[in-house]
């Protein structure tokens, strides 16, 4: 199968389910899934599911991950934080549609991998940590969109504290299994809203100011 006509119809299929932003249309056109998944598993990489990853992670379905970067509203120049690098194909999508994207990762072979995906598509303005994201990255703080990809028990007031004024964190909130995207925008005033969004199912963001690993 010609996994260009593949992405074609994945990102066809994102339009079909609501995804209306063409900036992030574009940029899921743009990156190779299938770069970010073993290579056995290429010709499932356009379809519309989680896969798995090693290490008992995933790469989040593509659906939810143009949802998740939909609700940042990124129009090019951001400071971007994402929790939860995986296999790095999150963030690849926010460097294409941001300034600069900072990712922390805990788990360090997942890390080191989406390392080298990144620097092959020599995405260069993704930098990336290993360690607990539920700290953020308070030395390039503030960021002016925050993602979290790993399912978290509430959202951490640390994170609200480096969201920049204006700015926007999606993060899926919830029990270990079944969560909901909650928006939380801070006004210039320093004011927070959250809103409630689609359900949804991670793995658990595991740290400080989330659950406990076991
Ligand atoms: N964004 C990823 C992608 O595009 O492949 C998918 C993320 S996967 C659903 C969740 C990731 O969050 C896992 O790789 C997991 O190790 C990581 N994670 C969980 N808790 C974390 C923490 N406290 N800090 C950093 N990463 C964490």
Excluded at 133 to 148: C, K, S
Excluded at 150 to 176: E, F, N, T, W, Y
Aim: aromatic content about 4%; glycine content about 10%; some cysteine.
């Amino acid at each position: 199968m010609d996994l260009s006509v593949a992405r074609k119809r994945m990102v066809a299929q994102l339009v079909k389910r609501g995804i209306t932003d063409q900036r992030v249309i574009d940029a899921m056109q743009q990156i190779p899934r299938h770069l970010f998944v073993e290579e056995a598993m290429a010709a499932q990489a356009y379809s519309d599911t989680p896969l798995p990853i090693g290490e008992k992670q995933t790469i989040s379905q593509p659906y939810t991950v143009a949802l998740m970067t939909q609700m940042l509203q990124l129009t090019g120049k951001e400071r971007v934080l994402e929790l939860g690098t995986g296999s790095g194909y999150q963030a690849a999508v926010l460097a294409t549609l941001a300034g600069w994207v900072y990712t922390v990762e805990r788990i360090r072979p997942l890390a080191l991998k989406a390392r080298k995906v990144l620097d092959g598509l020599r995405l260069l303005n993704v930098n990336l940590r290993i360690g607990d994201g539920t700290d953020g990255w308070p030395e390039e703080a503030p960021f002016d969109a925050i993602l979290v990809t790993a399912g978290a028990p509430s959202v951490p007031d640390c994170l609200i504290d480096q969201l920049a004024p204006g700015g926007r964190m999606v993060i899926p909130v919830g029990d270990k299994v079944d969560q909901q995207l909650v928006l939380v925008k801070k006004g210039h005033d320093g004011s927070i809203e959250r809103e409630d969004s689609e359900g949804c199912r991670f793995v658990r963001l595991i740290g400080r100011h989330g659950w406990s690993e076991h």
